[in-house]
């Protein structure tokens, strides 16, 4: 008795999409095993043919009329006919990766410059029209994966995520560092239009998850380092602009030079006011309203009288303390 040859795949992973059969000498009489969520084509010369859904056959001319009607095959024997048997998943894909091959150049609205954008995330397909996938797809390949499907359509799909994140970034919508918020809205474009053009090739697409988009590290550097920067003039410049700038810094000056055990207060006031006064304008005032000019110098034109009387204006201001005015009064009356 004859042994019955069986033509049968079990998928080694559910990321496979199609597979062939490695002999293309098939013999009336084998047996043909189409398990459920596949389909199995014929295929010859390039031409798909005989189509069986999932069940077990036995290969005859009857239910082979395609190939008989191309080859006139053999009755009966064990001699083998020329053709390829493709076996074609048609179960659901979830799950699996995708990311942008380089970083998408922008221009950012709201950043004011340009970024590079990367993005990954999850895609799912299935196969609805195999024929149409077979002919499409395949060509002369052994097998097709989920890898070598996406890489097919990488190029649409990039396409259409760039035109999405530009729009909402161009627009102001969104910074890059705030398009966490618009990851769902992205995906939902992406997938509503790359979805026709898997439709040509019988790739229903069902699901394109964006789960992130982001920034290469170096590049994240940068704008945190231009944000801090930006924040800080922002921060001195409001100061800078109320009186409230000037009784911290002269409430620091102060705190500083009573913290100074090696230097005598008054001292200490003097040298923070020489300080602030070639640098910042409260402390020229001090400076001036002590007799320092910027360069350090004692301005001696001014009258004993008008110092001191400068000098208490200092305290009713709460700029010096009631025992640096004494110091100061004292040393100013023994010039007298």
């Known amino acids: 008795m004859a042994l019955i040859n069986v033509v049968k795949y079990i998928a080694e ?17 084998s047996q043909l095993i189409v398990n459920e969520g596949q389909q199995v084509i014929f295929v010859k010369g390039g031409q798909a043919l005989d189509v069986f859904q999932a069940g077990t056959y036995t290969l005859a001319t009857g239910n082979l009329p395609l190939i008989n009607k191309l080859i ?12 390829e048997v493709w076996f074609i998943n048609t179960t659901v894909k979830r799950n699996l990766p995708w990311g942008t091959p380089s970083p998408i150049p922008l221009m950012d609205a709201k950043l004011g410059f340009p970024i590079s954008a990367r993005s990954f995330g999850r895609w799912g397909a299935r196969i609805v029209d195999p024929l149409s996938f077979l002919t499409q797809i395949i060509g002369s390949q052994v097998t097709a994966d989920a890898t070598k499907i996406y890489e097919y359509f990488v190029g ?13 970034i161009h627009s102001g919508e969104a910074s ?21 053009e898997f439709e040509k090739y019988g790739i229903e697409l069902l699901s394109f998850d964006v789960e992130s988009i982001n920034l290469p590290d170096e590049e994240l550097k940068k704008i945190q380092a ?10 001195l410049s409001k100061v800078q ?18 913290q100074n055990e ?25 400076g001036q309203n002590m007799d320092i000019e910027p360069d350090g110098h004692q301005n001696t034109k001014r009258s004993n009288v008008d110092r001191i009387k400068e000098l208490k204006a200092l305290i009713d201001e709460g700029l010096i303390s009631e025992e640096d005015f004494a110091k100061k009064r004292d040393e100013i009356l023994a010039e007298i």
């Open 13 to 29: 992973s559910d990321e496979e999409f199609a597979w062939k059969y490695p002999s293309d000498g098939i013999i009336l009489g």
């Open 72 to 83: 006139n095959l053999p009755f009966g024997g064990d001699t083998p006919f020329p053709a």
């Open 156 to 168: 649409k799909l990039i396409q259409v995520l760039s035109e999405s994140i530009s729009k909402t």
């Open 176 to 196: 890059i560092l705030e398009i966490g918020t618009q990851l769902s809205k992205i995906s939902e474009e992406t997938i509503g239009t790359a979805k026709l």
């Open 226 to 235: 231009v944000f801090e920067k930006t924040l800080e003039a922002k921060e």
């Open 241 to 258: 602009l109320g009186g409230a700038y000037a009784a911290i810094k002269s409430f620091e000056v102060m705190n500083s030079a009573a």
């Open 262 to 286: 090696g230097d005598n207060s008054m001292g200490s006031l003097v040298g923070a006011g020489i300080g602030l006064g070639a640098g910042l304008p409260i402390g020229q005032k001090i």
